[in-house]
């Protein structure tokens, strides 16, 4: 495992943190054995950052339990987020902060950030609360070390935000297909010069440039395959190691098989190790990605639930890879996403634009407006008039 130092305090960091959004089983109820066989073996293999966040359902209480459990709280810097838009007034903050401690089983938070900041005047609003007071108590106190954002706003607003206050971190949203994206590379250099650490998100885009990269760029990379860039995700976490403003990139690993894969690759994560024929290689693949990438869902679920259960990045999954795999492919995605077989299925066209879904979408997604493209692409014209027949026929009693 390789170690990036924090430019402000020192913090020794492993190049690979583990994001335990994506920690194996149903949504709100993590796989707690499963669960803490990733960290025991992430920890094992030498990574030493973990991030959860409150509003990650059952998240928090089960990385706290598998710690605990392993005796490993003392081994990790543990990282978790405010959701802001819960904080009413400063007692909420104290309220919020004591829960996330008693879920996370322990006394101090090493990593605080403001989860999911898309403009200033978020954290202006918080300063207003007396934010900044109370963070200074919560470091006098030793129960928050370091304090930091996770940013899915503008690059024109980010360096709005990196000076609002004296942050230790941030956390952007950065891989191959997404430089010009949110902070961006703009973003990543602005922060840097500023000292701080830069933590990366998304590295691999929710997997979107691994295993569900569009078939011709998948190509290009395994033409391309070398020993250590073997696979799409060892281009995608190389790509990002590649820049030596980056800290850490968190990988939201669900397997065992995963975190030795990508341990494998951290060994070998030194800044400045691509040449330049492998990223010309990678801007072809780029290119190959954006003609099939037609919305930026990451899966993230921040979305969910739609009351009229629409499963929103299902269909956003199925749309992209109608474009990366062949409509064919899309569409049986689709029909499994919304359900079509069952007896209540849960098509587009049930979506009533009510908008409870864009605002909660870190990406910025039009979600209404773009599940109307999903419903044109796989229920055209007589075909969504049958679907919807079908999903609205009368049932008999249960
Ligand atoms: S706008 Fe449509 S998809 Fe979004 S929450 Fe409302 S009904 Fe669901
Ligand atoms: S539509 Fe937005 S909030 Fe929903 S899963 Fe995709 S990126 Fe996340």
């Known amino acids: 495992m390789q170690y990036r130092t924090c430019p402000r305090n020192g913090d020794r960091i492993s190049v690979l943190g583990l994001g335990c959004m994506r920690l194996p089983g149903a949504l709100g109820r993590p796989d707690e054995r499963r669960a803490r066989e990733i960290i025991a073996r992430a920890v094992e293999r030498g990574v030493n950052y973990l991030d959860t966040a409150y509003l990650y359902p059952g998240n928090e209480a089960c990385v706290g339990a598998s710690l605990e459990e392993l005796g490993l709280r003392d081994r990790v810097l543990l990282a978790t987020k405010l959701p802001h838009g819960s904080v009413r007034s400063a007692a909420d903050l104290d309220r919020i902060f004591d829960e996330q401690l008693r879920r996370l089983r322990t006394d101090r938070v090493d990593y605080y950030l403001i989860h999911n900041v898309t403009s200033p005047a978020q954290w202006e609003r918080l300063r207003d609360l007396g934010v900044e007071d109370w963070i ?13 954002f996770s940013y899915h706003g503008s690059a024109g607003d980010f360096p709005v935000v990196l000076d609002a206050y004296d942050w230790d971190f941030c956390q952007i949203q950065y891989n191959y297909a997404g430089e010009r994206y949110q902070a961006g590379t703009a973003g990543l250099l602005a922060a840097h010069e500023r000292g701080m650490a830069v933590f990366v998100m998304e590295p691999l885009l929710g997997g ?111 749309y992209n890879a109608s474009y990366a795999h062949g409509w064919l492919t899309g569409v049986a995605q689709y029909f499994t996403a919304s359900a079509v077989r069952t007896e209540r299925p849960r098509l587009v066209s049930n979506c009533v634009r009510c908008g409870a879904c864009a605002r909660r979408c870190p990406q910025g997604i039009d979600i209404p407006a773009r599940l109307s493209e999903v419903g044109r692409r796989f229920q055209p014209g007589p075909v969504g008039w049958a679907l919807e027949a079908w999903s609205r026929r009368p049932r008999g009693r249960a």
């Open 136 to 148: 200074e108590r919560q470091r006098a106190a030793g129960r928050i070390r370091r304090m930091g």
């Open 208 to 318: 979107r440039l691994a295993d569900r990269l569009p078939d011709r760029a998948r190509k290009i990379l395994d033409a391309a395959a070398e020993p250590g860039l073997a696979t799409p995700a060892a281009w995608g976490l190389s790509w990002v190691w590649d820049h030596p403003e980056v800290t850490m990139l968190l990988s939201g690993m669900s397997a065992t098989e995963q975190v030795d894969e990508n341990c494998a690759l951290a060994d070998r994560a030194l800044p400045g190790s691509l040449t330049t024929s492998q990223r010309e290689v990678i801007a072809r693949v780029v290119a190959e990605f954006e003609r099939a990438n037609r919305v930026p869902c990451t899966g993230c679920n921040y979305c969910m639930p739609c009351p009229r259960g629409i499963n929103i990045p299902g269909c956003f999954s199925a």
